[in-house]
């Protein structure tokens, strides 16, 4: 009976009710942040990228943010505390390995991801998950809007070793396209000299093309540029 009494008590019945809400809005923000990040690395990075390596790397650091920054967003963190706490993260040093921009980016892009989930509110106390959602897919959409063609055609580049130097000088530009072309099999539409050594008659080259370009595209004003 005393249990019942005690089961019955308001504040024990609004605890229960608050921790109710807690999970409830627990979950909600984690499935729209997990469902995101789940969509921009799967649906759009390995898509382009068919890298899956960091894949660990980018859905730890995006649940780490979001679970320790809700956690503290709790105990009222102030929002220039929520953004410290996002600076630290992303100002991580990978030292083991490099790793490049466009990855560095998505790791930044990930780390962002879980920190508006876990503090964006929407005017009411457990109805943030909405405000999470619509920023979320802004994001996302902003992405992928750039990594397709539509707002500017991808430029990709590699490096190069390469053998004939006598092809360097501006007046035999296109000669040097059309062997690159031929020997790499991509359009090659610009060339940057990086270094040269006449000991071994070798330059080291970046080549820079388009991808999924099957036409010769329009020789650019400085097709070799030196460095």
């Known amino acids: 009976m005393i ?12 605890g229960f009710a608050s921790m109710a809400l807690f999970s409830f809005d627990l979950l909600l923000r984690f499935g729209v942040d997990a469902a ?3 969509v921009l690395i799967r649906l759009i990075y390995y898509r382009i990228y068919r890298k899956s390596a960091l894949f660990v790397t980018f859905f730890a650091f995006n ?9 503290l967003h709790q105990v009222q963190m102030s929002m220039g505390a929520a ?23 998505y790791l930044f892009v990930v780390i962002s ?40 055609r991808r ?31 991509l359009w090659i539409y610009r060339v940057e000299v990086r270094d040269i050594d006449f000991r071994k008659d070798c330059a080291q080259l970046t080549v820079y093309y388009h991808e999924n370009t099957r036409q010769p595209v329009q020789a650019a004003k400085e097709v070799i540029s030196y460095r």
């Not at 007046?171 to 020997?183: G, Q």
Request: aromatic letters at 12%; a negative charge; one cysteine or more.
């Open 63 to 71: 649940l780490t943010i979001f679970l320790v920054t809700y956690m």
């Open 113 to 152: 991801i879980g920190l508006i989930s876990a503090i964006c509110e929407v005017g009411t106390e457990y109805g943030g998950w909405v405000g999470a959602a619509l920023l979320n897919s802004l994001i996302v959409g902003v992405v992928y809007v750039l990594e397709s063609d539509w707002f500017v």
């Open 155 to 185: 430029e990709s580049s590699k490096t190069i070793y390469y053998d004939r130097t006598d092809l360097l000088r501006p007046e035999h530009a296109l000669n040097l396209l059309d062997d690159l072309r031929a020997r790499t099999g």
């Open 3 to 14: 249990l019942l009494q005690q089961a019955a008590n308001p504040a024990i019945l609004d």
């Open 36 to 38: 995101t990040v789940a």
């Open 83 to 105: 953004f410290g706490l996002f600076a630290v993260f992303s100002m991580l040093r990978f030292r083991t390995e490099g790793i490049s921009i466009k990855d560095m980016t």
